[in-house]
């Protein structure tokens, strides 16, 4: 039987609800269907649901609805989430060219792991990732269940600029950089595809729920796409 979750204030406009501290599918398969289940009773006062790898933050308004009030929709909700059917996940392919100077630092993970780069490449593009979460920023997909044999820290520095469709490893998580900006994860790879598109409706390629697959393609191919 599941465990019920542990409610936290955050603030005075946002409770966060706890189903625990591991990155795995059963977890977080409850935490989207919380905030679905949520977004489809439209509980008086919500205003925004922001589901990550094990909790989520519902922000209210304090002005329609109290902690107290909100708490008592959140457990109710939360009895009945073995009834909530969420979307089907689409699987998105993502081609990716690994290394040089599209993946700057393969070969440091391939040295820091014991392996080739080769192997790496093979590693990473050889399962399926499920985006756990949207974060830190807009369209950047969280992708949990990397192999522990490729998992390496950040790095102790972040970097001041990662272009736009890098493909990024961090322990046991990768992810893409939607945009140009600051990061720390180890960069191995570049897509083509525009993740992230303020003018598009939705702006973003991903979603929670969704899985992707990466799909090697040739450093000539990426050339005819990627940025002088």
Request: avoid cysteine; glycine fraction near 8%.
């Amino acid at each position: 039987m599941d465990v019920a979750p542990r409610i936290l204030i955050a603030g005075d406009r946002a409770l966060v609800v706890e189903y625990g501290r591991a990155i795995d599918e059963a977890t977080n398969r409850r935490v989207r269907a919380l905030t679905s289940a949520l977004a489809a009773r439209a509980v008086a006062g919500v205003v925004e649901l922001v589901p990550t790898y094990a909790s989520a933050m519902v922000h209210y308004d304090p002005t329609v609805t109290t902690p107290a009030a909100l708490q008592e929709a959140i457990l109710e909700a939360d009895r009945h989430l073995d009834d909530v059917a969420l979307p089907p996940s689409r699987l998105i392919e993502v081609p990716t060219v690994y290394g040089g100077r599209f993946g700057p630092d393969l070969d440091a993970v391939a040295v820091e792991t014991g392996l080739s780069p080769r192997e790496v490449i093979e590693i990473h593009h050889g399962r399926d990732y499920l985006v756990y979460m949207m974060g830190f920023m807009a369209g950047f997909p969280y992708l949990g269940g990397l192999s522990p044999r490729i998992a390496v820290p950040r790095l102790p520095s972040p970097r001041t600029k990662v272009p736009a469709g890098t493909v990024g490893i961090a322990l046991e998580q990768t992810g893409i950089y939607p945009t140009d900006s600051p990061g720390g994860w180890r960069l191995i790879g570049w897509t083509p595809l525009r993740i992230f598109d303020a003018t598009h409706d939705p702006p973003v390629l991903f979603e929670a729920g969704d899985r992707i697959r990466f799909v090697p393609m040739t450093e000539a191919e990426a050339r005819q796409h990627a940025p002088a």
